[in-house]
Protein backbone atom coordinates (compact mmCIF):
# COMPACT_ATOMS: atom_id res chain seq x y z
CA UNK A 1 0.00 0.00 0.00
CA UNK A 2 1.18 3.51 -1.12
CA UNK A 3 1.72 5.88 1.96
CA UNK A 4 -1.51 7.99 0.67
CA UNK A 5 -3.24 4.69 0.59
CA UNK A 6 -2.15 4.28 4.22
CA UNK A 7 -2.90 7.80 5.26
CA UNK A 8 -6.08 7.65 3.60
CA UNK A 9 -6.97 4.39 5.55
CA UNK A 10 -6.72 5.91 8.40
CA UNK A 11 -8.28 9.01 7.94
CA UNK A 12 -11.31 6.84 6.75
CA UNK A 13 -11.01 4.68 9.95
CA UNK A 14 -10.87 7.96 12.09
CA UNK A 15 -13.82 9.38 10.55
CA UNK A 16 -15.69 6.24 11.56
CA UNK A 17 -14.78 6.26 14.98
CA UNK A 18 -15.34 10.29 16.18
CA UNK A 19 -14.66 11.08 19.77
CA UNK A 20 -13.08 7.85 20.49
CA UNK A 21 -11.68 7.23 24.05
CA UNK A 22 -9.53 4.14 24.91
CA UNK A 23 -10.89 2.14 27.65
CA UNK A 24 -8.59 1.44 30.59
CA UNK A 25 -10.20 -0.86 32.86
CA UNK A 26 -12.48 -3.21 33.07
CA UNK A 27 -14.43 -4.88 36.38
CA UNK A 28 -17.46 -7.33 36.44
CA UNK A 29 -19.32 -7.22 39.22
CA UNK A 30 -21.84 -9.79 38.14
CA UNK A 31 -23.28 -10.87 35.26
CA UNK A 32 -25.50 -8.07 34.46
CA UNK A 33 -23.17 -5.47 36.24
CA UNK A 34 -19.47 -4.17 35.23
CA UNK A 35 -17.84 -1.35 35.09
CA UNK A 36 -14.92 0.14 33.10
CA UNK A 37 -13.07 3.82 33.02
CA UNK A 38 -11.77 5.21 29.36
CA UNK A 39 -9.62 8.28 28.81
CA UNK A 40 -10.58 11.53 29.49
CA UNK A 41 -11.44 13.95 26.28
CA UNK A 42 -9.19 17.12 27.10
CA UNK A 43 -12.08 19.37 25.78
CA UNK A 44 -14.94 17.55 28.49
CA UNK A 45 -16.11 19.48 30.83
CA UNK A 46 -18.44 18.54 33.35
CA UNK A 47 -20.14 18.62 36.39
CA UNK A 48 -20.50 15.99 39.25
CA UNK A 49 -24.07 14.16 38.45
CA UNK A 50 -23.57 14.79 34.53
CA UNK A 51 -24.79 12.77 32.23
CA UNK A 52 -22.46 12.08 28.50
CA UNK A 53 -23.54 9.77 25.45
CA UNK A 54 -21.81 7.15 24.87
CA UNK A 55 -21.49 3.97 22.78
CA UNK A 56 -19.64 1.60 19.77
CA UNK A 57 -19.93 1.78 15.93
CA UNK A 58 -22.77 -0.49 15.00
CA UNK A 59 -22.86 -2.81 12.35
CA UNK A 60 -24.27 -0.62 9.65
CA UNK A 61 -21.33 1.93 10.15
CA UNK A 62 -23.87 4.18 12.28
CA UNK A 63 -22.58 4.49 15.99
CA UNK A 64 -24.64 3.27 18.66
CA UNK A 65 -24.86 5.94 21.30
CA UNK A 66 -26.91 5.73 25.02
CA UNK A 67 -27.14 8.49 27.82
CA UNK A 68 -24.40 7.46 30.44
CA UNK A 69 -23.81 8.91 33.56
CA UNK A 70 -20.18 10.00 34.51
CA UNK A 71 -19.83 8.02 37.75
CA UNK A 72 -16.46 9.58 37.97
CA UNK A 73 -16.31 12.96 39.61
CA UNK A 74 -14.91 16.14 37.84
CA UNK A 75 -11.58 16.05 39.22
CA UNK A 76 -10.74 12.84 37.57
CA UNK A 77 -8.22 12.16 34.95
CA UNK A 78 -10.28 9.17 33.32
CA UNK A 79 -14.09 8.35 33.26
CA UNK A 80 -15.65 5.77 34.82
CA UNK A 81 -18.95 4.34 34.27
CA UNK A 82 -21.11 1.55 35.72
CA UNK A 83 -23.12 -0.25 33.51
CA UNK A 84 -26.13 -2.88 33.11
CA UNK A 85 -25.49 -5.67 30.72
CA UNK A 86 -28.69 -6.44 28.68
CA UNK A 87 -28.66 -9.52 26.52
CA UNK A 88 -30.49 -8.43 23.54
CA UNK A 89 -29.46 -4.93 24.21
CA UNK A 90 -28.18 -2.72 20.99
CA UNK A 91 -25.39 -1.14 23.21
CA UNK A 92 -24.62 -3.41 25.86
CA UNK A 93 -24.51 -6.70 24.51
CA UNK A 94 -21.91 -5.87 22.54
CA UNK A 95 -19.96 -3.32 25.00
CA UNK A 96 -20.24 -5.42 28.23
CA UNK A 97 -17.31 -7.39 26.25
CA UNK A 98 -14.59 -4.27 26.07
CA UNK A 99 -11.11 -4.88 27.10
CA UNK A 100 -8.41 -2.25 28.13
CA UNK A 101 -6.85 -0.99 25.03
CA UNK A 102 -10.22 -0.86 22.62
CA UNK A 103 -11.91 2.41 22.07
CA UNK A 104 -15.70 3.51 22.73
CA UNK A 105 -17.41 7.04 21.58
CA UNK A 106 -17.98 9.23 23.58
CA UNK A 107 -19.25 12.57 22.53
CA UNK A 108 -17.74 14.99 25.05
CA UNK A 109 -20.98 17.00 25.84
CA UNK A 110 -22.46 16.52 29.72
CA UNK A 111 -25.72 18.02 30.93
CA UNK A 112 -27.89 16.43 33.94
CA UNK A 113 -30.20 17.76 36.66
CA UNK A 114 -28.51 16.07 39.21
CA UNK A 115 -25.52 18.80 39.87
CA UNK A 116 -25.72 20.31 43.22
CA UNK A 117 -25.82 23.81 41.81
CA UNK A 118 -29.56 23.02 41.56
CA UNK A 119 -30.56 22.13 45.27
CA UNK A 120 -30.80 24.91 47.72
CA UNK A 121 -28.21 25.22 50.84
CA UNK A 122 -28.86 22.52 53.45
CA UNK A 123 -27.27 20.48 56.58
CA UNK A 124 -27.85 16.94 54.68
CA UNK A 125 -27.63 15.69 51.19
CA UNK A 126 -29.93 12.22 50.44
CA UNK A 127 -28.77 10.28 47.16
CA UNK A 128 -31.79 7.53 46.41
CA UNK A 129 -31.00 5.61 43.95
CA UNK A 130 -31.78 1.64 42.71
CA UNK A 131 -29.68 -0.37 40.65
CA UNK A 132 -27.21 1.54 38.18
CA UNK A 133 -28.76 4.86 39.46
CA UNK A 134 -25.85 5.08 42.02
CA UNK A 135 -23.56 5.87 38.88
CA UNK A 136 -24.36 9.48 39.83
CA UNK A 137 -23.55 9.53 43.02
CA UNK A 138 -20.41 7.34 42.71
CA UNK A 139 -19.18 11.07 41.03
CA UNK A 140 -21.14 12.98 43.50
CA UNK A 141 -19.68 10.63 46.83
CA UNK A 142 -16.50 11.63 45.74
CA UNK A 143 -16.97 15.03 44.75
CA UNK A 144 -15.10 17.73 47.56
CA UNK A 145 -17.43 20.45 46.82
CA UNK A 146 -20.63 17.98 47.93
CA UNK A 147 -18.77 17.77 51.58
CA UNK A 148 -18.39 21.84 51.51
CA UNK A 149 -22.18 22.31 50.78
CA UNK A 150 -23.40 19.90 53.13
CA UNK A 151 -22.47 18.77 56.97
CA UNK A 152 -23.71 14.81 55.95
CA UNK A 153 -24.21 13.37 53.02
CA UNK A 154 -26.64 9.59 52.89
CA UNK A 155 -26.57 6.85 50.36
CA UNK A 156 -29.47 4.84 50.29
CA UNK A 157 -28.83 2.32 47.28
CA UNK A 158 -31.25 -0.73 47.17
CA UNK A 159 -31.35 -3.59 44.99
CA UNK A 160 -33.03 -6.68 44.73
CA UNK A 161 -29.72 -8.38 45.92
CA UNK A 162 -26.81 -8.29 47.48
CA UNK A 163 -24.03 -8.93 44.69
CA UNK A 164 -25.71 -6.20 42.43
CA UNK A 165 -24.71 -3.47 46.18
CA UNK A 166 -21.28 -4.83 45.90
CA UNK A 167 -20.11 -1.54 43.08
CA UNK A 168 -21.72 0.87 45.45
CA UNK A 169 -20.15 -0.60 48.39
CA UNK A 170 -16.49 -1.21 47.73
CA UNK A 171 -16.11 2.64 46.55
CA UNK A 172 -17.61 3.72 49.92
CA UNK A 173 -15.92 1.37 51.73
CA UNK A 174 -12.70 2.54 49.85
CA UNK A 175 -13.72 6.20 49.96
CA UNK A 176 -12.39 6.72 53.86
CA UNK A 177 -8.70 5.52 52.57
CA UNK A 178 -8.67 8.33 49.55
CA UNK A 179 -5.68 10.00 49.66
CA UNK A 180 -7.30 13.05 48.01
CA UNK A 181 -10.80 12.82 49.65
CA UNK A 182 -10.71 10.30 52.32
CA UNK A 183 -9.92 12.95 55.28
CA UNK A 184 -12.74 15.60 54.41
CA UNK A 185 -15.76 12.33 53.92
CA UNK A 186 -14.32 10.98 57.36
CA UNK A 187 -17.60 9.63 59.16
CA UNK A 188 -19.90 12.06 57.39
CA UNK A 189 -20.80 9.66 54.58
CA UNK A 190 -23.40 7.63 55.68
CA UNK A 191 -24.09 4.53 53.84
CA UNK A 192 -27.48 2.48 53.90
CA UNK A 193 -27.68 -0.30 51.32
CA UNK A 194 -30.47 -3.00 51.20
CA UNK A 195 -31.88 -5.56 49.47
CA UNK A 196 -35.94 -6.34 48.52
CA UNK A 197 -35.29 -10.12 47.47
CA UNK A 198 -32.84 -11.62 49.12
CA UNK A 199 -32.06 -11.71 52.96
CA UNK A 200 -29.12 -9.27 54.04
CA UNK A 201 -28.76 -7.44 57.11
CA UNK A 202 -31.04 -4.42 56.02
CA UNK A 203 -34.04 -4.92 54.00
CA UNK A 204 -36.77 -3.38 51.96
CA UNK A 205 -37.05 -0.65 49.74
CA UNK A 206 -36.12 2.70 49.95
CA UNK A 207 -39.78 4.33 49.85
CA UNK A 208 -41.04 1.96 52.57
CA UNK A 209 -37.66 2.47 54.58
CA UNK A 210 -38.23 6.28 54.67
CA UNK A 211 -42.35 6.66 55.03
CA UNK A 212 -41.78 4.05 58.05
CA UNK A 213 -39.06 5.83 59.12
CA UNK A 214 -36.69 2.91 59.60
CA UNK A 215 -33.79 4.49 58.03
CA UNK A 216 -33.81 8.03 60.31
CA UNK A 217 -34.15 5.08 63.77
CA UNK A 218 -31.23 2.90 62.28
CA UNK A 219 -29.11 6.17 61.00
CA UNK A 220 -30.13 8.41 64.60
CA UNK A 221 -30.93 10.97 61.77
CA UNK A 222 -34.03 13.40 62.54
CA UNK A 223 -37.06 12.90 59.89
CA UNK A 224 -36.32 15.15 56.60
CA UNK A 225 -37.14 18.27 56.86
CA UNK A 226 -37.23 20.85 53.92
CA UNK A 227 -35.56 23.70 56.22
CA UNK A 228 -32.18 20.63 56.63
CA UNK A 229 -32.64 17.76 53.82
CA UNK A 230 -32.00 18.03 50.25
CA UNK A 231 -32.44 15.28 47.90
CA UNK A 232 -31.39 13.54 44.54
CA UNK A 233 -33.04 10.50 42.76
CA UNK A 234 -32.54 8.38 40.55
CA UNK A 235 -34.23 4.94 39.51
CA UNK A 236 -36.64 3.48 37.06
CA UNK A 237 -39.49 5.67 36.49
CA UNK A 238 -41.74 3.99 38.81
CA UNK A 239 -38.88 4.36 41.24
CA UNK A 240 -38.30 8.16 40.55
CA UNK A 241 -42.68 8.92 41.16
CA UNK A 242 -42.73 6.77 44.38
CA UNK A 243 -39.83 8.56 45.48
CA UNK A 244 -41.06 12.07 44.31
CA UNK A 245 -44.58 11.41 45.99
CA UNK A 246 -42.50 10.75 49.29
CA UNK A 247 -40.06 13.48 49.30
CA UNK A 248 -43.58 16.21 48.67
CA UNK A 249 -44.83 14.34 51.71
CA UNK A 250 -41.90 15.81 53.61
CA UNK A 251 -42.57 19.13 51.74
CA UNK A 252 -39.81 19.19 49.76
CA UNK A 253 -40.06 20.49 46.38
CA UNK A 254 -38.50 19.74 43.02
CA UNK A 255 -35.57 21.68 41.82
CA UNK A 256 -33.80 22.42 38.58
CA UNK A 257 -30.55 24.52 37.16
CA UNK A 258 -32.49 26.94 36.43
CA UNK A 259 -34.41 26.95 40.09
CA UNK A 260 -32.64 25.59 42.56
CA UNK A 261 -35.04 23.69 45.47
CA UNK A 262 -35.17 20.93 47.22
CA UNK A 263 -34.59 17.93 45.67
CA UNK A 264 -34.22 16.70 41.72
CA UNK A 265 -34.48 13.30 40.33
CA UNK A 266 -33.11 11.74 36.94
CA UNK A 267 -34.14 8.19 35.11
CA UNK A 268 -31.48 6.11 35.53
CA UNK A 269 -33.15 4.26 32.37
CA UNK A 270 -35.80 4.58 29.75
CA UNK A 271 -37.70 1.73 30.51
CA UNK A 272 -39.77 -0.62 27.98
CA UNK A 273 -42.67 0.62 26.52
CA UNK A 274 -41.50 4.21 28.22
P1 LIG B 1 -31.73 -0.30 25.54
O1 LIG B 1 -32.39 -0.61 24.23
O2 LIG B 1 -31.22 1.07 25.74
O3 LIG B 1 -32.53 -0.82 26.71
C1 LIG B 1 -33.26 -2.03 26.66
C2 LIG B 1 -34.08 -2.18 27.93
O4 LIG B 1 -33.19 -2.54 29.01
C3 LIG B 1 -34.76 -0.90 28.42
O5 LIG B 1 -36.00 -0.72 27.80
C4 LIG B 1 -34.88 -1.14 29.90
O6 LIG B 1 -36.02 -1.93 30.18
C5 LIG B 1 -33.62 -1.97 30.22
N1 LIG B 1 -32.53 -1.13 30.77
C6 LIG B 1 -31.77 -0.26 30.07
N2 LIG B 1 -30.86 0.32 30.88
C7 LIG B 1 -31.05 -0.21 32.10
C8 LIG B 1 -30.41 0.00 33.36
N3 LIG B 1 -29.39 0.87 33.50
N4 LIG B 1 -30.86 -0.69 34.42
C9 LIG B 1 -31.89 -1.56 34.28
N5 LIG B 1 -32.53 -1.80 33.12
C10 LIG B 1 -32.12 -1.14 32.04
N6 LIG B 1 -27.38 2.75 32.01
C11 LIG B 1 -26.35 2.26 32.71
O7 LIG B 1 -26.12 1.05 32.72
N7 LIG B 1 -25.53 3.10 33.45
C12 LIG B 1 -25.72 4.44 33.50
O8 LIG B 1 -24.97 5.16 34.15
C13 LIG B 1 -26.83 4.97 32.75
N8 LIG B 1 -27.12 6.30 32.80
C14 LIG B 1 -28.22 6.78 32.13
C15 LIG B 1 -28.55 8.15 32.23
C16 LIG B 1 -29.70 8.64 31.61
C17 LIG B 1 -30.03 10.10 31.74
C18 LIG B 1 -30.51 7.76 30.85
C19 LIG B 1 -31.76 8.27 30.15
C20 LIG B 1 -30.17 6.43 30.70
C21 LIG B 1 -29.04 5.92 31.35
N9 LIG B 1 -28.69 4.57 31.27
C22 LIG B 1 -27.63 4.07 32.00
C23 LIG B 1 -29.39 3.64 30.36
C24 LIG B 1 -28.60 3.54 29.05
O9 LIG B 1 -28.80 4.76 28.33
C25 LIG B 1 -29.03 2.35 28.16
O10 LIG B 1 -30.41 2.19 28.15
C26 LIG B 1 -28.39 1.05 28.63
O11 LIG B 1 -26.98 1.16 28.49
C27 LIG B 1 -28.84 -0.16 27.78
O12 LIG B 1 -28.54 0.09 26.43
P2 LIG B 1 -28.91 -0.98 25.33
O13 LIG B 1 -28.76 -0.34 24.00
O14 LIG B 1 -28.11 -2.21 25.58
O15 LIG B 1 -30.42 -1.33 25.59
P1 LIG C 1 -38.68 -4.77 44.59
O1 LIG C 1 -37.77 -5.97 44.56
O2 LIG C 1 -39.57 -4.73 45.80
O3 LIG C 1 -39.45 -4.60 43.31
P2 LIG C 1 -35.71 -3.37 39.42
O4 LIG C 1 -34.61 -4.40 39.34
O5 LIG C 1 -37.07 -3.92 39.20
O6 LIG C 1 -35.42 -2.12 38.61
O7 LIG C 1 -35.70 -2.87 40.93
C1 LIG C 1 -34.51 -2.43 41.57
C2 LIG C 1 -34.83 -2.17 43.02
O8 LIG C 1 -35.74 -1.07 43.10
C3 LIG C 1 -35.51 -3.35 43.68
O9 LIG C 1 -34.98 -3.50 44.99
C4 LIG C 1 -36.97 -2.94 43.70
O10 LIG C 1 -37.72 -3.48 44.78
C5 LIG C 1 -36.87 -1.44 43.86
N1 LIG C 1 -38.04 -0.77 43.28
C6 LIG C 1 -38.58 -0.99 42.07
N2 LIG C 1 -39.64 -0.19 41.86
C7 LIG C 1 -39.76 0.57 42.97
C8 LIG C 1 -40.68 1.58 43.36
N3 LIG C 1 -41.68 1.98 42.55
N4 LIG C 1 -40.52 2.14 44.57
C9 LIG C 1 -39.52 1.75 45.40
N5 LIG C 1 -38.62 0.80 45.07
C10 LIG C 1 -38.74 0.20 43.89
Known sequence: MTEVAAMTQTAALTARLPDAQTVTAVRHWTDRLFS?????????RFRSGEFVMIGLMGDTGKPVLRAYSIASP??????????????????????QHIRPGDEIILRPKAVGTLVLD??????????????TGIAPFASLMRDPETYERYDQVIMMHTCRE??????????VEGLKDDPLIGDMVGGRLLYYPTTTRE???QMGRITENLTSGKV???LGLPPMDPAQDRAMVCGSLAFNLDVKAVLEGFGLREGANSEPLDYVVEKAFVGDGI
Request: charged share 25%.
Open 216 to 218: FAD
Open 74 to 95: AWDEELEFYSIKVPDGPLTSKL
Open 36 to 44: FRVTRPKSL
Open 162 to 171: TAELAYGRTL
Open 118 to 131: ALLPGKRLWFLATG
Open 199 to 201: PSA
